[in-house]
């Protein structure tokens, strides 16, 4: 096993047109902070932009690895280029997770999002499972830090030298 990679501190982002859920890991096994950031325009707007979000978890934190899953579908092509801008000012390494790399990572549990936040629940309790949606309601929020953890999983599973997720 990479001890470098065992240790390693990353932030998972699952970016959305107006949020980002958000996990920073060091290592595989060690959930530092965990949260979603919104950044909705509007007069009952959030006042912080996303680069300025962004911006301050980079400098809070200081990853060595941003892991970047995003939504399936979404053009967010401008946020992209932003988090890519942010990172190369900071010499930070980009990695992205394919919804087929995060599948592949929980067999067995992988049929929906749903399973997936279960079995993320299981080995990090401290995080608080959201509801099971109803096919009529809109995803719950925290859905979207399940699925930042989920690609931080799935960066260490399949970083070179990494081991896979216990079952």
Do not use: C
Request: aromatic letters at 8%.
């Amino acid at each position: 096993m990479n001890r470098n990679l065992h240790r390693k501190r990353i932030l998972a982002l699952d970016v959305h047109n107006l949020s980002f859920g958000f996990a920073v890991f060091e290592g595989q096994d060690a959930l530092v902070d965990w949260g979603v950031k919104s950044f909705r325009p509007g007069t009952n707007s959030v006042q912080v932009p996303f680069p300025r979000r962004l911006a301050l978890l980079l400098d809070e934190f200081t990853p060595q690895t941003i892991v970047l899953r995003v939504a399936l579908g979404v053009n967010l092509d401008q946020k992209i280029r932003t988090i890519t801008r942010l990172a190369k000012t900071r010499r930070i390494a980009i990695r992205t997770m394919s919804h087929d790399d995060i599948l592949r990572t929980f067999p067995g549990h992988n049929r929906n999002k749903h399973e997936i936040a279960m079995f993320v629940a299981g080995r990090f309790p401290e995080l608080a499972l959201p509801p099971k949606p109803k096919p009529w309601r809109n995803e719950h929020y925290r859905t979207s830090i399940f699925e930042a953890v989920a690609a931080g999983l799935t960066y260490f599973a399949t970083g070179k030298n990494g081991r896979g997720l216990p079952e």
